[in-house]
């Protein structure tokens, strides 16, 4: 029953007009996801313990009661502290660094990589935690079993699977909209 926070995580060199900046969030609540399925951990999001220390400080002047305040107090003595940065690169693909720290010391515990690297932004927020999700549960002290490593895998086939499909997709509708696009032009000439 360890808790993790997790940071505002953050995406350099989005696209222009920020719309991929939803894929923060998507990586963010994958990661969680699979820390409180593998691992049992509670998870909070940073900006959630500040409401909570907001909520706190009411309850310490007898605004809440006291069965609220121990609850609150479990969430908020977070062990590990998570950052994730994700990256567009020039290419326009996607990449991901996770650094996992020690809340009390200081110190990194670990920073993971994808070693792969995403072409949409889709397929990254699909994809891209199940690089990671292993070596961080490691890190934490959490041993997959088999039936754990053969879920992980499957789900990650399957993710996967549905990428490359909405990459498929993605390119009918692309060509759909040049089609409408030259007829559009077409008619205006």
């Known amino acids: 029953n360890n808790t993790i926070m997790f940071a505002e995580s953050s995406l350099e060199n989005g696209v222009y007009d920020k719309s991929d900046i939803w894929i923060?969030?998507?990586?963010?609540?994958?990661?969680i996801s699979?820390?409180?399925?593998?691992?049992?951990f509670?998870?909070?999001?940073?900006?959630?313990?500040?409401?909570?220390?907001?909520?706190?400080?009411q309850l310490e002047s007898g605004m809440y009661d006291d069965s609220m305040s121990i609850e609150i107090g479990k969430l908020i003595k977070a062990k590990e502290f998570v950052n994730i940065k994700s990256t567009?690169?020039?290419?326009?693909?996607?990449?991901?660094?996770?650094?996992?720290?020690?809340?009390?010391?200081?110190?990194i515990l670990g920073m993971f990589s994808s070693p792969n690297t995403y072409d949409s932004a889709e397929s990254y927020a699909l994809q891209a935690h199940y690089d990671c999700i292993s070596e961080i549960l490691s890190r934490l002290g959490i041993k997959l079993t088999q039936e754990g490593k053969n879920v992980l895998q499957n789900e990650k086939k399957i993710a996967?699977?549905?990428a490359q499909k909405n990459k498929e997709v993605a390119k009918v509708n692309a060509k759909i909209e040049e089609e409408r696009s030259e007829k559009a032009r077409a008619e205006a000439e």
Not at 34 to 40: D, E, I
Not at 42 to 57: F, G, H, P
Not at 93 to 99: A, E, F, H, Q, V
């Open 24 to 31: 923060t969030d998507k990586i963010k609540a994958n990661l």
């Open 42 to 57: 509670n998870c909070i999001d940073l900006n959630e313990a500040k409401s909570i220390l907001k909520v706190q400080k």
């Open 34 to 40: 699979s820390l409180h399925r593998f691992g049992g």
């Open 160 to 162: 996967a699977a549905q």
């Open 88 to 107: 567009r690169l020039p290419s326009g693909s996607y990449s991901i660094n996770i650094t996992l720290f020690n809340v009390e010391t200081g110190a």
